[in-house]
């Protein structure tokens, strides 16, 4: 701990990329956990995906408004805080990316954490809008259709098979390459491109520090493996 701490005062930029582990703290169900009761029947991968919304449109509107309403009982956490508290005292040092669609960063006082995977608090046509889709005034339904032409509401977020959002990669990929420190915290690893900022962040010579209180698919660049949880260690970690 003593080391990364000395690490992240000397870094000239930090880049934080964060996942699911990031949120568990404040109780949000991660995917996999979201999938209890009514959900349990179904695989994360059948309902989040564009097919699996034009095939299924109710039920997968019906499953993201659980997950929403879960998110709006919740509160950032302390690691939230720590983070959002240093990127205020020192914002040129330090650039968040985020696979977390849930707000919470934002929510801590960092309105400009780089969310590779959308809002999930957010909705967009599913079909480029027409003259007539008025995002004002959608028919309500389950999800909200344009009165006129039918085009369906649907999340904000990046589906399984869906390209990122290029704004939001291109910024996560130039904090990366300004980067001399990387913390990886709460993600498992598996999912790209996000996980392989790590990787670019590692060939570039920075360091690498991963937070996660298990181990994981990024384990093997990295200079440090801080076996903890989030939020117990980031607030002594982030400080001056
Ligand atoms: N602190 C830090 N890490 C934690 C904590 C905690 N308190 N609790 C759990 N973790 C770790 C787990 O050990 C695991 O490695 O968080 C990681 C969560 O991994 P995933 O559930 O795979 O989440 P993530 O890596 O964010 O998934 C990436 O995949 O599900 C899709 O699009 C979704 O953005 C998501 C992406």
Redesign the pocket.
């Known amino acids: 701990m003593d080391t990364v701490r000395d690490w992240i005062r000397e870094a000239q930029h930090i880049a934080v990329l964060t996942?699911?582990?990031?949120s568990?703290?404040s109780g949000v169900p991660?995917?996999?956990d979201a999938q209890t009761g009514l959900w349990a029947r179904f695989n994360p991968q059948d309902l989040a995906t564009e097919s699996a919304f034009r095939a299924h449109p109710q039920r997968v509107w019906d499953w993201y408004q659980f997950r929403r309403e879960a998110i709006a009982q919740v509160q950032p956490n302390a690691g939230h805080r720590a983070l959002a508290a240093f990127a205020q005292r020192h914002p040129e040092r330090l650039s968040l990316i985020t696979?977390?669609v849930d707000g919470l960063h934002q929510r801590a006082g960092q309105p400009q954490t780089i969310a590779l995977?959308g809002s999930i608090l957010e909705d967009r046509w599913l079909d480029a809008s027409r003259a007539c889709c008025q995002i004002a005034a959608p028919a309500d339904g389950h999800p909200p259709r344009c009165a006129t032409c039918g085009n369906l509401r649907r999340p904000a977020v990046v589906w399984f098979g869906e390209n990122l959002p290029q704004a939001e990669l291109d910024a996560a990929e130039a904090a990366v390459g300004r980067c001399d420190l990387m913390l990886v915290?709460?993600?498992?690893?598996?999912?790209y491109p996000?996980a392989g900022l790590a990787l670019a962040a590692h060939q570039r010579g920075a360091r690498v520090v991963l937070?996660?209180?298990?181990p994981?698919e990024l384990d093997a660049v990295a200079s440090r493996c801080l076996r903890e949880?989030?939020?117990q260690c980031l607030p002594s970690l982030m400080e001056d």
């Open positions: 996942g699911a582990g990031m568990a703290e991660t995917f996999r696979q977390n995977h915290i709460g993600t498992s690893g598996v999912v996000a937070i996660n209180p298990e994981t949880r989030a939020a």
